[in-house]
Structure formats: structure tokens, C-alpha cells
């Protein structure tokens, strides 16, 4: 039987927005961002494990502390070396097939990560899986153990160690099948829907007002539904720039000449610091 395991990675420093994973959403109950993920990814039959992958840091003690509460299993590792947290994580619970995601992404929808699966387990061979042209905030990333150990034997840049999946990817995407599963045909517009920010939290609470007492896993669908009838919702955290990782050098500098295009200059200075290839 192939073991399917979930791995989020959580933890509760953030500069932008500290403890985030653990604010309340819907704002006036006890479940949390990370309970959310948890609740979306156990309606996914698919999965036989869910797991919490935080840091051995003092600070994210709660968290161990939450997840044991919920009957959640959780693993400790590195904080910096995020790839290394997953990998060890993931031969720790012997997983033969991981799905990535993290603890600031709480509306993953639960059609996209079954058709994902779908699609991952029904390619032959396929050692990584992206959704591509999904609202940020909805990816889904699906990867072989064989694979993530390769990575992490290989891997020896920063940005490859904190993002965990670039060197499938960015660094050596020859020596990988690697299956893109493009959205584009849907028309989905650029909407944010990760949790980063003050905005992002604001927005995230006034979504869940809207659309969670219908429905608790509501999805893409809904989501674009409410937009149509209240376009105003999804300007409240539009201006906010999400830290990246390119695929390619011409991905990098389409991205610059975007923000440049609308006079965002120093976003795009930020951009180029942040981003220029190692």
C-alpha cells in the first residue's frame, strides 16, 4: 500500500505577523488557521497521515502543545533548514508520497489537492507535482520520498533549504518528471489568499464571514461567486507583495518589469535583492 502523508510546516515567529497559524478563524471560534488546513486535508480520503512539521524552537512549543490537544501528530526539527524538517519528517513516518503545504494557507481546496492526487498517481514515473496560474495560497505540491531524499542530499543553496522545493524545480529540474498541472484555461484571476499580513488576516476573517457558515470547506468556486457580488472584499490585501522563488532568470526579470510597469519601484528593488539567482 503506498503510503500518502500530508506535511505542513507551521511555526509561530513570523516578522510580519507573529502566531499567525494560531488566530482564530472564523475570528469568533476555536479553530485556527492550522485547524483549517488540518480539517480540509482529512476530508481528502487519499491521505493516510497528517502531520505538523515545526521547529525545535522554545517559542513553537505551543504548537506542539495545540496539535497534541487535537490529536494531531507533529514532528520538531530545524527552523532554518525547512527541507530538512520535511525530509526527516516524512522518513519518519515512512511516507511514500508527500503533499506540501504550510500553516499561513488556510482555504487549500480540497478539489484541486483530490485532482492533484489524481493526476500524480495516475502519470507513470512522476517525481513532482505544481498546480500553476492558482490564486496564491491554493498550490498544491506533491512530491516522491526517492525524490525529496535526492533533494536533500543535493541541495546546498539557502533559498533551496527555506523554500524545500526550488531544486526540483529551479536548481535541477532535468533530473526529475516533473508534471505541471496548468489552471490557466479556468481563467482564474491573481487573487491572494495566503496570511502574511495584518491585511491578509483582515481579508481572510471577512471571507470566512462570508462563506463558512454555508459551507466550512468552501472553495474556489465560492470564492470567485462572492467576488463577483462583492469585488471590494478582494481589495483589501491586493497591494501586498509576496516573498517568491522564481523558476528561471526570465521569470525573474518578467516580474521586475511588472512591478516597474506600475511604478511600484521600490517592490521592485525589494524583488530583485530578494530573488537574483544564486
Request: net charge positive.
Amino acid at each position: 500500500m503506498v503510503n500518502i502523508v500530508a506535511i505542513i510546516q507551521a511555526r509561530m515567529g513570523s516578522s510580519r505577523l507573529p502566531n499567525k497559524v494560531l488566530k482564530n478563524l472564523p475570528f469568533f471560534s476555536s479553530e485556527t488557521l492550522l485547524s483549517n488546513i488540518v480539517n480540509r486535508l482529512n476530508e481528502v480520503k487519499s491521505i493516510n497521515k497528517i502531520v505538523v512539521a515545526t521547529t525545535d524552537k522554545s517559542s513553537d512549543n505551543i504548537i506542539e502543545e495545540y496539535c497534541r490537544e487535537k490529536k494531531i501528530s507533529v514532528f520538531r526539527g530545524n527552523e532554518k533548514n525547512v527541507l530538512e524538517r520535511f525530509y526527516i519528517a516524512a522518513r519518519n513516518y515512512k511516507a511514500d508520497i508527500i503533499l506540501r503545504f504550510t500553516g499561513d494557507n488556510p482555504i487549500i481546496d480540497i478539489s484541486l489537492i483530490n485532482e492533484s492526487l489524481n493526476e500524480f498517481q495516475r502519470e507513470k514515473n512522476v517525481d513532482y507535482l505544481s498546480l500553476k496560474n492558482i490564486p496564491l495560497g491554493m498550490g498544491v505540491e506533491i512530491f516522491t520520498f526517492k525524490a525529496l531524499e535526492k533533494n536533500y542530499l543535493n541541495s546546498i543553496f539557502e533559498y533551496e533549504k527555506e523554500h524545500v522545493t526550488p531544486y526540483f524545480y529551479k536548481t535541477c529540474p532535468q533530473n526529475f518528471k516533473i508534471l505541471y498541472l496548468d489552471k490557466n484555461k479556468d481563467e482564474i484571476p491573481p487573487l491572494r489568499f495566503t496570511v502574511d499580513t495584518f491585511e491578509d488576516y483582515n481579508f481572510m476573517c471577512i471571507l470566512f464571514d462570508e462563506l463558512y457558515s454555508k459551507n466550512n470547506f468552501f472553495g474556489l468556486k465560492e470564492i470567485l461567486e462572492l467576488r463577483e457580488k462583492k469585488p471590494w472584499i478582494f481589495e483589501i490585501n491586493s497591494s501586498i507583495m509576496q516573498k517568491r522563488v522564481c523558476a528561471t532568470l526570465d521569470e525573474e526579470i518578467e516580474e521586475a518589469k511588472r512591478l516597474l510597469k506600475k511604478q511600484d519601484l521600490n517592490k521592485a528593488y525589494k524583488f530583485l535583492t530578494e530573488n537574483w539567482r544564486k
